[in-house]
């Protein structure tokens, strides 16, 4: 039996979605910045459109990664789906060690 994953108040679609929206926006806005700041080209101003720019990409990154570990439960969900044996009578999904199908109760031998 799988074990259920931990809920938190945001789905990961939504987490997702905040995460590229936020990654998105501050990378957009950071290159918007830097034109006025190099216009302007005071030292400070430079700082600020290239840390908003570093923290979109953060996003971004953080994300990428986040899929990536989704990504790899879901294959491993898969991979124990298809550990389960068939049966050869009549085709329910048996546990590897089931000594008996689940489905008709013939022997998994
Ligand atoms: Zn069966």
Redesign the pocket.
């Known amino acids: 039996m799988a074990k259920a994953m931990p809920t938190t108040v945001l789905g990961p679609e939504a987490t997702d979605a905040m995460l590229l929206g936020f990654g998105m926006m501050a990378l957009m806005f950071g290159f918007l910045l830097i034109l006025p700041a190099a216009l302007i080209s005071d030292h400070f101003l430079w700082e600020l459109p290239v840390g908003v720019s570093a923290i979109g990409v953060l996003l971004l990154v953080v994300r990428h990664f986040m899929i990536k570990s989704r990504v790899k439960t879901i294959e491993k969900k898969i991979e124990e789906k298809e550990a389960k044996v068939r049966?050869?009578?009549?085709?329910?999904l048996?546990e590897q060690k089931a000594q008996k199908?689940?489905?008709?109760?013939?022997p998994m031998t």
């Open positions: 049966c050869r009578y009549c085709g329910s048996n199908c689940i489905g008709c109760g013939a």
